[in-house]
């Protein structure tokens, strides 16, 4: 079973500060994804990472692949209250024509203003 | 373009009680699935359908079952409902091909198990 493991659960900082969150696996995926959830809606991508060591930014928010394609992390900088969701990763892994997405449980955060 | 849609947004049902949540995906989308998301356990998958056929599964029992419609509109039923399957169930469609399987997820239909 493929697990993949994000840390810190829970991230409570105020507003103008940065952060990174992590998302780690024994397992390697052929991509992985990002998503923020926020509360009372469905979870809305952010961004695919595809390329081992790919780094891809999205204004103040910096994703990056590991080489080995087994973590990710997101980096947030100068972090602000609309940041404020549940931040999932997902590994795609994939097994003959279909693909399945594993989730990680999460990283709560919260930006204070 | 209208995103995913699910019915209903919320409701209440007592254990032993069955339930049936509805899901539209975004038009041209021929894959449907389906997650429970719980503060324990994060989302966790349920079951897959394209095209009709049920392509994924989770690890879920038999208790949990699904369709998939002609027109791509799928539907999860869960019968004698227990107590942990209060959650909340997320559907999402996507093209079905894609090799990086980038999800669209409706806002859930919140479940509460009394």
């Given at each position: 079973?493929q ?13 103008g500060e940065?952060?990174?969150v992590?998302?780690?696996s024994?397992?390697v995926f052929?991509?992985l ?10 979870p ?11 780094v891809?930014k ?10 080995a394609?087994k ?10 209250p609309g ?10 892994s994939?097994g003959g024509?279909?693909?399945?997405l ?5 990283t709560l ?5 | 373009?209208a995103?995913v849609?699910?019915?209903?947004r ?7 009680q069955q339930?049936t ?15 429970q ?9 349920l079951?897959?359908?394209?095209s009709e056929?049920?392509?994924n599964?989770?690890?879920?029992p ?11 509109r799928s539907?999860m ?8 399957d209060?959650a909340?169930y997320l559907?999402?469609?996507s ?5 990086t ?8 239909s ?5």
């Amino acid at each position: 079973t493929q697990l993949l493991e994000q840390s810190p659960q829970f991230l409570s900082i105020q507003e103008g500060e940065n952060l990174t969150v992590y998302c780690n696996s024994s397992s390697v995926f052929s991509s992985l994804q990002w998503y923020r959830q926020e509360p009372g809606e469905g979870p809305v991508l952010l961004v695919t990472v595809v390329t081992g060591g790919e780094v891809k930014k999205l204004k103040r928010l910096t994703f990056q692949f590991g080489d080995a394609r087994k973590d990710s992390s997101l980096h947030i900088t100068a972090a602000q209250p609309g940041d404020t969701g549940l931040y999932l990763c997902a590994g795609v892994s994939r097994g003959g024509s279909n693909y399945k997405l594993t989730f990680g449980k999460g990283t709560l955060l919260t930006v204070n203003p | 373009k209208a995103g995913v849609t699910q019915t209903p947004r919320y409701l209440i049902k007592t254990r032993g009680q069955q339930v049936t949540l509805s899901c539209s995906p975004i038009s041209g989308h021929r894959s449907v699935s389906w997650y429970q998301q719980t503060p324990g356990q994060g989302l966790q998958f349920l079951f897959e359908y394209f095209s009709e056929t049920q392509r994924n599964k989770g690890n879920f029992p038999g208790r949990f079952s699904g369709r998939q419609f002609s027109n791509s509109r799928s539907e999860m039923n869960v019968s004698t409902l227990e107590l942990g399957d209060s959650a909340l169930y997320l559907c999402a469609s996507s093209f079905g091909g894609s090799p990086t399987g980038e999800l669209f997820f409706g806002e859930g239909s919140r479940l509460t198990v009394l």
